[in-house]
């Protein structure tokens, strides 16, 4: 039996380094795209604080170069893998305030019609925010740079 749980625990510790790569897809081709997003609500900040008006959103005017803010430098953040997990926390908050805000119909649906809950825009975002805030930002990331070198672990 100790052999057979030896065997199954290389098989695990072999799995970390796909974990890994798979961390560091999620958080470049993520990252990415929140950068877009955020840089792109920046470059036209008139049509994003009328949008958030049409929304109801008090404030649209200091609620869009926050939000904008958010997703860039979060978008940066989770590319680098700093602070990946309060990013991931951060990221997916925003994620969910846009499902509440602009797809609350997607929202109230998610158990009557999941269809309509899954392929709303902020679904892929959050799950790649709550991916990092789960498993943090991988061996390919700076936060773990940070830990070996500093917290020696």
Not at 10 to 27: C, E, N, S
Not at 56 to 74: D, M, N, Q, R
Not at 108 to 137: E, H, K, Q, R, W
Request: proline content about 4%.
């Amino acid at each position: 039996m100790k052999k057979l749980i030896d065997i199954y625990q290389k098989f695990v510790d072999y799995l970390d380094i796909p974990k890994d790569l798979f961390l560091l897809f999620v958080r470049v081709y993520w990252g990415w795209l929140f950068f877009q997003a955020g840089f792109g609500k920046f470059t036209h900040l008139d049509r994003t604080t009328k949008f958030f008006d049409s929304l109801g959103l008090p404030v649209p005017e200091i609620f869009a170069p926050f939000i904008a803010s958010i997703e860039t430098i979060g978008g940066i953040l989770l590319i680098l893998g700093i602070l990946s997990r309060l990013t991931g926390l951060v990221l997916a908050g925003n994620m969910f305030g846009a499902f509440l805000v602009a797809h609350r119909e997607a929202l109230a649906s998610i158990i009557s019609d999941p269809n309509s809950f899954y392929t709303a825009l902020p679904f892929t975002f959050l799950m790649a925010s709550l991916i990092v805030f789960f498993c943090g930002g991988g061996r390919f990331s700076v936060d773990y740079i940070f830990k070996k070198k500093f917290l020696n672990q």
